[in-house]
Nanobody, 123 residues
Framework: VQLQTSGGGLVQAGGSLRLSCAASGRTFSTSGMGWFRQAPGKEREFVAGISWSGASTYYAVSVKGRFTISRDNAKNTVYLRMNSLKPEDTAVYYC?????????????????WGQGTLVTVSS
């Protein structure tokens, strides 16, 4: 399984970005997908998750209401729309494919990871 992440960059506080994660090599449409992030000196943390069908989504409290996870199974791609970005959102963002079809907050339930994309939010 390969996950190709893109869309990171430098943005001012209050701005928006959309991250994309294109999957290949596995039945994407039956896998739950998630986004995690890791800031310098911190543990990797859950950001958002989506079930195989897109019917269920979960968010970390810190991003709820600002970030939106979505997926297009026809394109084997999952997205993370990030609005109202804050300096504390600065991190490397990783997409991941879950072992099952459900959305999951638990890092150990994901078995494939993308390479990460850096998001930097300036104040």
């Amino acid at each position: 399984v390969q996950l190709q992440t893109s869309g990171g960059g430098l943005v001012q506080a209050g701005g928006s970005l959309r991250l994309s994660c294109a999957a290949s090599g596995r039945t994407f449409s039956t896998s739950g997908m998630g986004w995690f992030r890791q800031a310098p000196g911190k543990e990797r943390e859950f950001v958002a998750g989506i079930s195989w069908s897109g019917a269920s989504t979960y968010y970390a409290v810190s991003v709820k209401g600002r970030f939106t996870i979505s997926r297009d199974n026809a394109k084997n791609t999952v997205y993370l729309r990030m609005n109202s970005l804050k300096p504390e959102d600065t991190a490397v963002y990783y997409c991941a494919a879950a072992k099952s079809g459900i959305a999951n907050r638990v890092r150990s339930e994901y078995d494939y990871w993308g390479q990460g994309t850096l998001v930097t939010v300036s104040s």
